[in-house]
């Protein structure tokens, strides 16, 4: 079997997967994201003291966390250099997996019923208003002299950080078409990850079940436009967005462009 080509964007660790640098994307008058400054992540518990050479050479200043704490303490982030390692997570604090049930498989299996479609989008609608995580990335987007280089990340760095990253890249003008096909690059950067979920969730669905889940878990176009559509039924369009929730006017998005674009 060919084995697939992962894009160049995607950092050649051994610890870590879905670790990309968001650089290089184009913006829609024709400049580009400069390399070396922003960069996406899934979880980085298992970074190799290789991994973590490689990305103190980098100068990374700011570790910026989505997940909730009991993601965290199950799975927490190593220090990197002397980069600040922060947590805000997106979503409250409860833990995901029902209480109520003490048989494995069960709780097992009810964490994975969560994931149809319907629930991806009613999340994605949720996540980019009036979140205290994404206005705390942004505030450290602003000081970006302080806080750049920065890695952002989640558990699998997809819908989380996947809202994030659409944030910062179009507050920069890269247009969404773009941040949109930067988005779906998870599902080949996670096409392992996703794989082992199949498997693990083949144990406990009926074929229907299992059929249904992995159409719906894979990142999807119609996830990453409920985000949007959100902000753009809330506020009208994207630029009042991050005026009205972040804070920025033409003044500081002009200072963002000139550090961050080339």
């Known amino acids: 079997m060919k084995k697939v080509s992962m894009p160049e964007c995607l950092l050649p660790l051994t610890g870590a997967i879905n670790f990309r640098d968001m650089g290089g994307l184009e913006t ?4 580009r994201v400069k390399k070396g400054i922003l960069f996406r992540a899934a979880s980085l518990t298992g970074l190799t003291e290789e991994d973590k050479r490689y990305l103190e050479n980098l100068q990374i200043k700011r570790v910026f966390d989505y997940r909730r704490q009991e993601e965290a303490d199950r799975n927490p982030d190593p220090p990197i250099g002397l980069a600040i390692n922060e947590r805000v997570s997106v979503s409250n604090e409860e833990n995901i997996t029902t209480n109520m ?6 709780i097992k299996r009810e ?23 994404y206005k705390r990335l942004m505030g450290l987007f602003i000081g970006l002299q302080e806080n750049l280089p920065l890695v952002h990340h989640c558990t699998a760095g997809r819908d989380r950080t996947g809202v994030g990253s659409m944030i910062i890249l179009m507050t920069l003008g890269v247009p ?3 941040v949109l096909e930067d988005y779906l690059l998870s599902n080949q950067t996670l096409a392992d990850y996703h794989n082992e979920l199949f498997e693990r969730a083949a144990k406990l669905f009926s074929a229907s079940e299992l059929a249904r889940f992995k159409h719906s878990f894979p990142v999807r176009e119609d996830y990453l436009q409920a985000a949007l559509n959100a902000i753009c039924s809330t506020y009208g369009d994207f630029d009042t967005y991050i005026k009205k929730e972040f804070g920025i006017t033409e003044e500081v998005r002009r200072n963002l462009e000139n550090h961050c674009l080339e």
Do not use: C
């Open 28 to 31: 829609a008058d024709g400049r």
């Open 101 to 106: 049930l003490t048989n494995e498989d069960e």
């Open 111 to 133: 964490y994975f019923r969560r994931f149809t479609v319907d629930g991806f989008t009613k999340i994605y609608s949720d996540m980019p208003i009036q979140n205290k995580s």
């Open 176 to 178: 969404y078409k773009t």
